[in-house]
Every structure is written in C-alpha cells, then in structure tokens.
C-alpha cells in the first residue's frame, strides 16, 4: 500500500479532478440550446470553449458536456413521439382487447415509463403460471430508455430463454 504520491502534484491538473469539474448554468443552457438547434456535439462544445477563453478556462471536460446533452436527450421526446406510441397501443388494443399497455408521464409531462403485455405473453402466463422475469438493465433506444425484451419462464424446473 501507498501512503504517498510518488510524484509532485501539479496544481494545474486539479480543474481535471471530478470533484472540480462541473457543468455551469450558462453553459448548460447554450448546449441544450445548440443542440435543440441540431448543432453537432463536437461544434456545440469549441463553442463553448470559444466562449470560455479557452479549453483550459471551461470548467469541465468535452466529456463532461457530451454526458450532459445526452442526458437531457433521454429526457426529450420528438414531437409526436409519445403520441405515436399512444396511437400504435390504441390500434393494437382495438385489434385483440387482450393487449394492454400502460403509459406514465412525468410531471412535465414527458413520457417517463411505458409497459404492453402482448396477448401471447398473458396467454402463455395463464397457461403456465409460473414467474416471468425481465432484464432491463442495458439501454437501447436513441432516448436512452431502459427496454424489456428477454423474458424468462420458469415452470416444472425447466427454463425456458
């Protein structure tokens, strides 16, 4: 175990500790701003650099500004996004009343969770009941939105992938 730096700490390299890094508020409005405005990341952030004086003087990494537009594009819809969806489950739902689907907005209200039980998926639970397990926790959409595909039965001690 170290209990020492073996090597000088140069006080320049401090604004690149995570502990000194951080997006401003200005900042935060000109990139969701530029990016609203279909700037590419890459643009969006020499301007802020630009802006700043310098790279040196931005305040945090161009990584930093790129994890913070992709955060407020997971929480942005397209126009018509969420009602598109809400049109496909209504049609689906009128084709096969089984189908259910349920949606959740936020209090701005943005789309915030999405759940639909395909009729053969009720079906087979009904015929089977036994636990039906899902796994979401990779990402998948351009939203960023976790998403339940792998379903997993398990009836009579066999698995079924």
Same mark, same amino acid.
């Given at each position: 175990?170290?209990?020492?730096?073996?090597?000088? *700490? +140069?006080?320049?390299? =401090?604004? #690149? &500790?995570?502990?000194? /890094?951080?997006?401003?508020?200005? &900042? @935060?409005?000109?990139?969701?701003?530029?990016? !609203?405005?279909?700037? %590419?990341?890459? @643009?969006? !952030? %020499? *301007?802020?650099?630009?802006? =700043? $004086?310098?790279?040196?003087?931005?305040?945090?990494?161009? /990584?930093?500004?790129?994890?913070?537009? +992709?955060? %407020?594009?997971?929480?942005?819809?397209?126009?018509?996004?969420?009602?598109? *969806?809400?049109?496909?489950?209504?049609? #689906?739902?009128? @084709?096969?009343?089984?189908?259910?689907?349920? &949606?959740?907005? +936020?209090?701005? $209200?943005?789309?915030?969770?999405? #759940?639909?039980?395909?009729?053969?998926? %009720?079906?087979?639970?009904?015929?089977?009941?036994?636990?039906?397990?899902?796994?979401?926790?990779?990402?998948?959409?351009?939203? @960023?939105?976790?998403?339940?595909?792998?379903?997993?039965? *398990?009836?009579?001690?066999?698995?079924?992938?």
């Amino acid at each position: 175990m170290v209990t020492e730096h073996n090597h000088e *700490i +140069d006080p320049t390299f =401090s604004p #690149l &500790m995570p502990a000194h /890094r951080h997006v401003n508020v200005h &900042m @935060k409005r000109q990139l969701e701003a530029n990016d !609203i405005a279909s700037i %590419r990341p890459c @643009k969006n !952030i %020499r *301007i802020c650099e630009v802006q =700043s $004086g310098g790279p040196q003087n931005l305040g945090c990494l161009p /990584r930093d500004c790129r994890n913070f537009v +992709d955060q %407020r594009r997971r929480l942005r819809l397209g126009d018509g996004d969420a009602e598109a *969806i809400h049109q496909l489950f209504c049609r #689906l739902q009128l @084709k096969n009343g089984n189908f259910f689907y349920s &949606m959740d907005l +936020d209090q701005d $209200g943005r789309l915030h969770n999405v #759940l639909w039980i395909h009729p053969r998926c %009720r079906a087979a639970y009904e015929e089977f009941n036994d636990v039906v397990s899902f796994d979401t926790t990779y990402l998948v959409n351009r939203y @960023k939105m976790p998403f339940a595909p792998w379903w997993v039965l *398990i009836t009579n001690d066999i698995q079924y992938y």
